[in-house]
C-alpha cells in the first residue's frame, strides 16, 4: 500500500509550513479523492508526492517517479494543433518501449463510444474543442499509461456533466484494472455513487481521513457540500 507519513513542506523565505503533519494511506480498491478549499495544499502535495517539491517526511512509499502519471489542473497546447498532434507530442516523450505498447493497446482499449469521440476530437483542432472535450482526450490518454500510481488535479474543473460524467467513468475504470488513482476535486456531487476513500485537508492539515459515507454520516447530511462545509467550521472550532 502507498501511504505518506508526517510530511511537511516549507516554500523557501517562509518560516511557516504549507504542509504539516500529513499522513494518509492510498487505498487500492476504489477511487482515492483529496478535497480542500482553495489554496489548501493539495496541489502542493501532489507536487511533494511526484518529488517536484523536496518534502520532509518519516516514512513514505511512492512508486518512482517514471511509475506515476499526472495530469495537473493546467495544460496548455497550440490551439491550432489537432488531437493527433497532440498524441504525437504524446508519444514523443515516453520511452520508446511503452510507446510501442501504448500503440499497439491503447484505442484497443477504448469502448465503441469512446472510439467515435476520440476518431472525431483527433482530426479536431484543439482551439475549436471545448474544455470538456480538451480534458476528456487528455485524462483517456494519461490513464491507458502503464503506470502505478494516477494523479490528476482536478480533472473534471470546468468542465459540463456529460463530460464530467465520461471523465470519472474513466478514472473509476483504473480501479477496475487494479490501479490506483488518487483525483483532487471541489465536484463532490460527481463521488455520490463511488464511495471513494476521502482525504481531506485544511490550512495544510489533514483533518478527515476515511469513508465517504462515514463522512456524510458524522455530518449529519447526505449532501456532500454540507459536509464539506461542516468540516471547514469544525476545523476552525
Known sequence: MYYVKNLKYTYKNSDKPVLSNISFDLKPDRLNVLIGMNGAGKTTLFDCITNHLKAEYDGINMP??????????????????????????????????EKKKFKDHFYKGLSNIEKEKYDHLLKMKIGKMSFGETKWLLTVIFSNLDRKLFLFDEPTSGVDPVSRKKIMEKLQSLIHKGKICLLATHQLQDLAHLNPHIIFIDHGEIVYEGNYDKWLELNHTQNPDEAFENTIVLNKS
Open 64 to 97: 518512482k517517479l517514471y511509475d506515476i502519471s499526472f495530469l495537473t489542473q493546467y495544460n496548455y497546447y497550440a490551439p491550432n494543433n489537432t488531437g493527433e498532434d497532440l498524441i504525437k507530442l504524446f508519444l514523443g516523450i515516453i520511452p520508446k518501449v
